[in-house]
């Protein structure tokens, strides 16, 4: 079955640097585009990043880019999300996601807070 392990998440301050992790297993992880989410306190989920496949093109939020970025290790069945400059309002939990036979598959999600 599809299986999605996010890791990485923690306290940092603002302008510092996190690197999540997600781990997939359960299907053929090279096949499928990838995706990071993000859902804080009281508000709704949002996408964060995409990265597709095979050409591996990203496609990241207004509120994040230049400050994100997402790849992949397709050896590793890992999807990253780099995320510099830190501000207190990336404070969520991050999710990866992939989407597959029409269903959205999610991991237990990393807190990420920002705060001094």
């Known amino acids: 079955q599809v299986q999605l392990v996010e890791s990485g998440g923690g306290l940092v301050q603002p302008g510092g640097s996190l690197r999540l992790s997600c781990a997939a297993s359960?299907?053929?992880?090279?096949?499928?585009?990838m995706y990071w989410y993000r859902q804080a306190p009281g508000k709704e989920r949002e996408l964060v990043a995409t990265?597709?496949?095979?050409?591996?093109?990203?496609i990241y939020a207004d509120s994040v880019k230049g400050r994100f970025t997402i790849s992949r290790d397709n050896s590793k069945n890992t999807v990253y999300l780099q995320m510099n400059s830190l501000k207190p309002e990336d404070t969520a939990v991050y999710y990866c996601?992939?989407?597959?036979?029409?269903?959205?598959?999610w991991g237990q999600g990393t807190q990420v807070t920002v705060s001094s």
């Open positions: 359960g299907f053929t992880f090279s096949s499928y585009a």
């Open positions: 996601n992939v989407r597959r036979a029409g269903r959205y598959y």
């Open positions: 990265i597709t496949s095979p050409s591996g093109s990203t």
